[in-house]
């Protein structure tokens, strides 16, 4: 029997403390769709989606309703569209993007995901065409996110695709420059990227998996963020116990929706993501947590111990709570969307470096930086092979979301509004790695053993 | 199907009465009441069947919360569900 000081902390964690379940995003395979006429193509995308999706949004909101815990996003992530593009008889690939932005419109949903390409070994004409549409796929759309896997474990880092994202990042901070290169926001290159990811704007819906499925991502670095004020000044293994079993509660809520969700819309259950994903509201920060197991400003020294730490609680507390675990499972550290982070950033404690240290030993990578307007694009390409390294030789998934606003200096501020939220832009190197970026070629997948 | 109500906020005459009185009106049958005043503030958690409630879930809510915000208060109902998956294995 439930007593009343249970029921009082749910609700107290949902009123107050901003826990919510992030996102219900529906997988859906797009490879029926494919034909040798772009246009034909195009409508069977659109009717496709409409079709399979057209009860997610009504059911999620209906499942708040009937619970109390809020959904924030409804999502669909979709086979990577150059698999499905590629069959197509024509070079002009943005047509696919207006496809897919047309039909989350219809369907009421927050994003889609899936105008990706999967180049980690090499690229076929198809993956190179999405990949220089990407520019004006994201300026002509609204909803459309894009990712690129550029590098594996298996297969090593892809440094002509590397060199090439350098640059396509530039021109879409360029083409979408009237808002502050929000383009940029929505294009995330990957090392590992996973199959089940329900999170934006990197997920898409792999060729591995079936032709629908339901997968869900929670939140709630407030829930953690405040059970961690009860052992204010006790030892990390106490504090680690205190994330588990919190991690524990928030899962068991997502597994719960996640079922009810798959239940309702009659389409299989995929996994739960045990991610903690900050937004950038008062009390919903993982730079906070950091800072709550003792760390002056997020980006000190210490930072990596306390996220390590932090992320493998999270995994320990989630993993039991949930029949299948799945997607990026661990702590973001998007700078912009976390309100600590972005406060870390301003004082100047957390720079690029850091970050890129932090992403080391938690998911995902350098996520969500402002960087200036006129860092050039070798230097970009640089920041994801460095990335894209962490992720191939720790066998685990990276990937780098950068913004070079177009005429920002660093000092200036990017705002998206929103949970994109705003970003300080930080300073890179000045020192320039063209050279390194133009040889090209592939990084050779690392050796499996001597690891040290 | 049973869900909990929950009714936070400022103590004062005919909290519970007008609560009641708003289920009642739905056909919302009460299993389990229990209140107190945690640290000054009016707690109380209801266990009710929503089974023959003669409203959708989602009205009923809305009644509740509209109730609430005539009070000053926070009432919520929900799916007994969430708080068995987060508090028992």
């Known amino acids: 029997m439930l007593n009343q000081k249970e029921i009082l902390s749910t609700v107290e964690m949902i009123a107050q403390q901003h826990l919510d379940i992030r996102t219900i995003t529906l997988g859906l395979s797009l490879l029926s769709c494919c034909d040798p006429d772009p246009h034909r193509a195009c409508e069977k995308i659109y009717e496709k989606i409409c079709r399979c999706a057209e009860k997610l949004v009504k059911t999620g909101c209906d499942i708040e309703d009937e619970f109390g815990i809020p959904i924030v996003n409804k999502r669909i992530s979709v086979t990577p569209m150059a698999m499905v593009a590629g069959a197509s008889e024509t070079e002009d690939y943005v047509p696919f993007a207006l496809a897919l932005d047309r039909a989350a419109r219809t369907c009421g949903v927050n994003f889609i995901g899936g105008y990706s390409a999967l180049v980690q070994k090499g690229m076929t004409k198809a993956d190179e065409l999405l990949i220089r549409s990407i520019p004006q796929a994201l300026a002509q759309t609204e909803l459309v996110c894009s990712s690129i896997n550029v590098g594996s474990t298996r297969a090593g880092i892809n440094m002509d695709a590397v060199a090439l994202m350098g640059r396509i990042i530039k021109e879409t901070a360029e083409a979408t420059a009237d808002q502050d290169g929000l383009g940029c926001a929505k294009l995330v290159v990957f090392c590992n990227a996973v199959e089940d990811n329900p999170f934006m704007a990197g997920a898409f819906h792999g060729a591995g998996e079936a032709e629908k499925v339901i997968n869900v991502g929670v939140s709630g670095p407030g829930v953690v963020h405040h059970a961690l004020q009860s052992v204010k000044g006790q030892p990390l293994d106490v504090a680690a116990e205190t994330i588990k079993k919190t991690a524990f509660r928030v899962t068991r809520m997502g597994q719960l929706v996640a079922q009810e969700a798959s239940r309702r819309l009659e389409i299989p259950f995929g996994i739960v993501d045990l991610s903690l994903a900050p937004t950038p509201a008062v009390g919903d920060s993982v730079a906070r947590i950091l800072e709550e197991l003792g760390l002056e400003v997020c980006g000190t020294h210490g930072t990596t111990a306390a996220l390590a730490m932090l992320n493998d609680a999270v995994k320990k507390g989630g993993v039991m709570a949930s029949s299948s675990v799945g997607g990026l499972s661990g702590a973001f550290i998007p700078v912009s969307e976390d309100e600590g982070m972005i406060a870390a950033a301003r004082r100047g404690t957390l720079c690029l470096d850091k970050l890129e240290a932090m992403t080391c030993v938690c998911s995902v990578g350098l996520d969500m930086i402002a960087v200036p307007g006129d860092t050039p694009a070798e230097t970009i390409a640089a920041i994801i092979a460095d990335e894209a390294a962490i992720g191939m030789v720790n066998n685990k998934t990276t990937a780098v979301r950068v913004l070079p606003a177009p005429g920002k200096t660093v000092g200036g501020t990017i705002e998206m509004g929103g949970l994109l939220g705003s970003a300080p832009v930080m300073p890179v190197h000045p020192e320039s790695s063209a050279a390194f970026i133009n040889r090209g070629g592939r990084i050779p997948a690392p050796l499996h053993s001597l690891k040290n | ?89």
């Open chain 2, 1 to 89: 199907m049973n869900a909990i109500v929950t009714v936070l906020g400022q103590d004062k005459v005919g909290i519970i009465a007008a609560v009641c009185n708003c289920l009642a009106d739905y056909n919302v049958n009460i299993l389990d009441i229990s209140q107190t005043i945690l640290q000054g503030a009016f707690t109380m958690v209801m266990a009710v069947d929503v089974s023959k409630s003669t409203a959708s879930f989602g009205e009923l809510g809305e009644a509740l919360a509209g109730l609430g915000a005539q009070m000053g208060l926070s009432i919520r109902i929900q799916r007994e569900e969430i708080f068995d998956a987060m508090h028992s294995i």
